[in-house]
């Protein structure tokens, strides 16, 4: 694909963050034009850009699909990762406005936050050496696309529809984290059941994969960055006025309010 055709798509896209409004599949439009998932990442970098031009600054980094639910509900049978901006974050315990939401969604995360850079082919082990601490978590996703439906490129492109996250309390990296029970409420409803061994058999081997994905795109996971390991269950829709609250075993809890 020719550069201008990747910022093409990746103005699509921003305007669709910025704009709170819901595109094509861009994968529909390019067909006949041979898009690879090297392309997609490509996209996904020249969008992601156009917010460090509005003076947000890269907070951490996603990965998504890493549980067979999550693979499931999407339709897409592969590990997906995307960037994080510190205007992303969200308050622990407060209000996320849905005013530029497309069709929001939320799903329970454990959070890893790096005490060093991480890059390459590492073990478990060695990751775990440039962790700092670990933390209950939930992302919000809002594809840009219509009707949430989407293919492996087009996710890609789309920063793997992340849109917000939060964090709970920073707990200890010497914390048992391969089996742990997780529930999410949503006004006191239980709407998700789940373990952390659903994220790859153990959510250290996300932080692996997001190790390996940093290096491919030659830019290390930094010191002070979030890692966000991938949902343990299928994500819940979200409306105004949702109090939603995940519980992780050992952790503890992380809420926030859906607000207008
Ligand atoms: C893609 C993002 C997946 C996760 O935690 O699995 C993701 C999507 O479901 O739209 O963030
Ligand atoms: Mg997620």
Known sequence: ???????????????????????????AELMGLEGTVDDAYTIQKLAFDHR???????????????????????????VIWGRLSNTMLIEEGGNFSLSRSIHPRIEPEIAFILGKDLSGL???????????????????IDSRYENFKFNLFDVVADNASSS?????NWCSKTIDIENLGMEMTINGQVVGVGSSAAILGHP??????????????????????????????????ISMG???????????????????
């Open 122 to 140: 590492v073990t478990p082990a060695q990751a775990m050496n440039c962790v700092e601490a670990i933390a209950p978590a939930m992302e919000i």
């Open 164 to 168: 917000g996250y939060i964090l709970g």
């Open 1 to 27: 694909m020719i550069t201008d055709v990747y910022q093409h798509y990746a103005k699509i896209l921003d305007d669709a963050v910025v704009h709170g409004r819901a595109i094509p599949q861009i994968s």
């Open 204 to 237: 250290v081997r996300s932080l692996v994969a997001a190790a390996k994905a940093a290096e491919y795109a030659q830019q290390p996971l930094k010191a002070g960055w979030v890692v966000l390991a991938g949902s343990a269950t299928e994500a819940i829709p």
């Open 52 to 78: 460090l031009e509005r003076g947000e600054t890269q907070a951490g980094f996603k990965m998504g699909l890493t549980s067979h639910a999550k693979m499931k509900q999407v339709g897409v049978d592969e």
């Open 242 to 260: 949702d109090h939603i609250r995940t519980r992780v075993q050992n952790l503890g809890n992380v809420s926030m309010n859906a607000a207008s």
